[in-house]
């Protein structure tokens, strides 16, 4: 058993992490790893899958309705994008004034819409997305470090109280994270294209795969898709919920194959050389 | 100093390699790591290059025109899509009768249809493609364990004699690979789908990236995009060598794009989903 964090070096007493899947469970035991907070306490719906996190060491306490995070100070709210705002409100009643949320989904604006001016007094919501995941699903494949020196975008309104910026983004360093703050809006059509457009583009391309030739997939076919593996609902809610942007990028994704396309049924090697060159270089940016 | 590989164990006393790269020094590594043949020569335009391969230890002498080849029981052309076909002519007046001639190309059809009945008496030619390789370029990059585990696809015909196509097989497999057999005409549309398609995609995807939104790049939009980062001069070759295989697949990817496209727009989370799921499933088959 590992010696309690002393109450001056954690920048937190309590922390209730709701939804206690890969991210959720990432993030009790980045809080655990780096001394963020002297207790966590994990909220879901399924007592058993809670009890299981907390005897790996992801969370300490286990809370299965509102009345397990009254003495939280920052409540993560990690759970599907559709669900965020639903359990915001749902728990708000519950925190002590000065209670702060956040969350972890991948879309923003339509979040903080539904919650702006929508909590009650001395309760603040700013939405957060940290920019680490991983294809697969469940605590089982939490890990301490998934945010060490990875970006975490948050998105304060003009509303938001300089005290709880200050708080969240102190979170988010203390776990290893750099953050960059942007309004929600500009999240959305950032992420559409960072994050959306490429899940979209590798589920397509993992469906035309038919049987006999899986063999034959190298590993370029492999990097290209393996985020297609992610859980179908998740993303459907992601892609719904950040409908108009990622439109967008797909018009210009498509746009793009169709260059491509012209220039290799013109058979213009010069016009495939320039396209592959410029996508070369704009790669070789990251 | 390593003691000489003793002729018995190998099954080569001479191979040549033309174009020493990323394939043809990690064919050379390779070979000598395996010790699948005595002599391995190194055949190159710039001597320079050449004569740093072999300070590295991927070949054992080298040759800038087709008089080092005279011994060579079997040559291995690495050089670029568009000139394999007219390198193997170029070096088969130098050979003696029974050498035999394969390649590492990408493509299948092109090569094989214009080298049937164009060789001298006694020498043979089977088309190849380890699918193996890398984004990176050069020698420098070369790899002994490259080919270990991977698949090397042969593309014999009706004209191919036995003892040709158990060489080659033969060779691969020393090398460490699993050998399947296919016509060329297959082999290109299997890796229009398996290889070029995502090639393509990548590049599309890629280019889209804008400078300041670079940093917000996840680890999604990183694999999705990493082949993009291949030479351009190489992969303009092997589209346009492969143009019908390829706008098929690029026509069924368009259609798979636009179905999902159509599901979002309409808010059809349903639909979505099971696009999602669909690919999930496949991908998971890998």
Do not use: Y
């Amino acid at each position: 058993m590992s010696a309690p964090v002393p109450s001056t070096e954690a920048a937190f007493s309590t922390v209730a992490v709701v939804g206690v899947g890969l991210i959720g469970g990432s993030i009790g035991a980045a809080i655990k790893r780096h001394g963020v907070a002297r207790t966590v306490i994990g909220v879901g719906r399924n007592r058993e899958r809670l009890e299981a996190a907390r005897r790996a060491g992801l969370i300490d306490r286990v809370g299965t309705d509102g009345s397990q995070v009254a003495d939280a100070e920052l409540v993560v709210v990690c759970t599907p994008v559709d669900r965020i705002a639903a359990d915001v409100v749902a728990l708000a009643p519950h925190v002590r004034g000065g209670t702060v949320f956040t969350d972890a989904g991948s879309v923003k604006q339509s979040i903080c819409t539904s919650l702006r001016g929508g909590l009650p007094p001395g309760i603040g919501f700013i939405g957060s997305h940290p920019l680490a995941g991983s294809e697969k699903a469940g605590f089982e494949h939490a890990d301490a470090d998934l945010f060490v020196g990875r970006v975490c975008i948050v998105t304060p309104d003009d509303a938001t109280p300089a005290g709880v910026r200050t708080r969240v983004r102190h979170f988010w360093e203390r776990l290893g994270m750099q953050v960059a703050e942007m309004s929600p809006a500009r999240h959305d059509a950032v992420l559409a294209l960072t994050s959306h457009l490429p899940h979209a583009v590798a589920a397509a391309l993992a469906s035309l795969l038919d049987g006999p030739d899986t063999e034959f997939a190298a590993s370029g076919f492999r990097d290209t898709t393996r985020i297609a593996a992610g859980d179908a609902e998740l993303w459907a809610a992601i892609f719904c919920a950040n409908r108009e942007p990622l439109i967008e990028q797909l018009d210009r994704f498509e746009l793009q194959v169709s260059k491509l396309r012209a220039a290799i049924a013109a058979d213009d090697r010069e016009r495939v050389i320039q396209l592959l060159h410029a996508a070369k270089q704009r790669r070789e940016r990251l």
